[in-house]
């Protein structure tokens, strides 16, 4: 089996939950993993801004996000990430041995990772730093998506206490806790003791997607703080595209590079599969002019992705194809399509690249700031019986990275991440709006730095949501998790749905709601009806879980046993500075606690998210 989403789970609940928590961006937040214009400051939260004392403070809250009408979705905007933070962040370059790796492409198993080590350095003086930066091998300048390089840093302990395994690791900058390398935290390969130095090798993988991205590392004592001023120099890498001809399918070729549309050619292919048939993608990037729709039962994957279960571009994943949105690109409903004509279509391994930061400028884009989020969307499916996984939908212009409406469907372990700007009027995103899914299974997907509501549900009776893990590093969210009923245009039927496992991280204060059960923040329509949520982790949310429009005598929503931590007192909302908690359940909810005890405040959030 490939190795599973390396997703620090524990790290980022560790350092979430404390007040001076390692988990807050750096100055520089632009990056793959998604951006946030946030200046860093709540008035209304009662946890202080981040005071530039490399400690991880607390972030507060920004502008305000839309209300999930149509639908709604981090990874640079456009793939472009200016150089990671000033000079003064990291050591003087010219005091560091500085080595390019070797890059290792994709036709190759991948280079071993020399085993590292801890030996005696014996060269600290008084007013060394910390973690003192002896000798880095870094990337070249520039990269072919998904060619892998053996990096390392070589640090020396002049501090005064044992880096112990577990507890301190090398993590990801540029910004903080991104995963554009597919993973952002590697172990120390022994215990680092005062007066010790330790060599770090790991392997990295560029992105399969285009654009330039940040690369830098700094030393992280998990749930306590990172030490940002020994972080290693701030670098750009260019990741750019493989240029070949392939063969589609008999008789039919594209150009892999981004440079040269392939739309028309997937849809030859596309409409050439037999039903029940099963089209292969090569490995690389197709650039989208138009949109690619799927109308009979089939299979699509990545050619030689069968088998795995690694998530395109996190840890472990086999080179993806990539649909990349052209810089003009102008349709309603994404440029990837499964239409309601079909059932039973299969799609696994393939990334969606709204690329937005390069279509800000697009007739698309003005549609969007003009309150036409369908101009934005990555992907819809219509239709039963589909199976979507191992996919990644990210960097959406606005609205969704996957817009849902089918049951008996199975969304399962997809990557939903860096879509649409919280800050900026309309241009917002939910990562995955499944508008209704009776009978289906929502599992283990992450989702990272979406602005409108990462995972929003208006109906599934008989489904499961479950071990879905949720971020909010970089980039404001009105809610993590929800469940709606779309102001009555869905079922809002949740009966026989169990919602547990889940997990959301929302550093401090980038969630409204971390879990919102109910549409009453938005609109005053019917009550959902149904539902056991139950043995979820919700952390840092300004509440970490509201429910607001849920229940009903006849079908009472059930909620117990649920992990909340770190809600401030007070935090403010569009409608203005509210007092806050961990657990709040409005007065027209009808709840089955189940025997559970937990404390709860019962404030109306009627036309407040």
Known sequence: MSEPLRIPVGALLACAALAAAACSPSDDDSTFDGRDADDGTDADDDAAPDDGNGDADVLPDEAAPDAPDEATPDVPDDGVVEDGGPDETGPDDAAVEDVVAEEVGPEDTGPDVPPGGVTPYGGCIPGDPTAKLLAETAPPAEMVGHDAFVASVTLANCGSEIWTVGTWNLGAQSPQDNMVWGRNRVPLPGDVAPDQQVEIPFLVTAPDILGDFG?????????????????????????????????????????????????????RCVDATPDGGTLELPAGVYRMTGPVSIGRPMTLHTAGA????????????PPCAVLMAAEDLDVDDGFFRILGTASGVTVEHLVLDGRRGTRLGSTAAAACAGGNNRKGFNATARGDGHRFAYNASVRVLCGTGMEWRGNDSTIVSNYFADNGDHPTLNMWSDGLTVHQADRSTIDGNVLWNNSDVALIVGGGA?????????????QATFAGLMLDNFNAGTSGDFTGTDVSGNTIVCSTRLCDFAINLGPHPWYLSTNILGGEVHDNTAVNGKVCLNIDGAGTAAAPIAVWNNTLSGSPSSATFNCGSRSTSNYNIGPDSVVDHRGDATAFTTWEWHGCP
């Open 215 to 267: 690369y830098q590392w700094a030393l992280v004592h998990e749930g306590v703080a990172w030490i940002p001023a020994d972080m290693t120099p701030a670098r750009t890498v260019r990741v750019i595209g493989r240029v070949e001809t392939v063969e589609l399918c008999p008789g039919v070729s594209a150009v892999l590079g981004g440079a040269t549309s392939a739309s028309a050619e997937l849809q």
């Open 306 to 317: 069968a088998g795995s279960t690694a998530t395109c571009l996190l840890a472990g994943a």
């Open 462 to 474: 008989g489904s499961t949501v479950r071990n879905n893990q949720i971020f909010q590093t970089t």
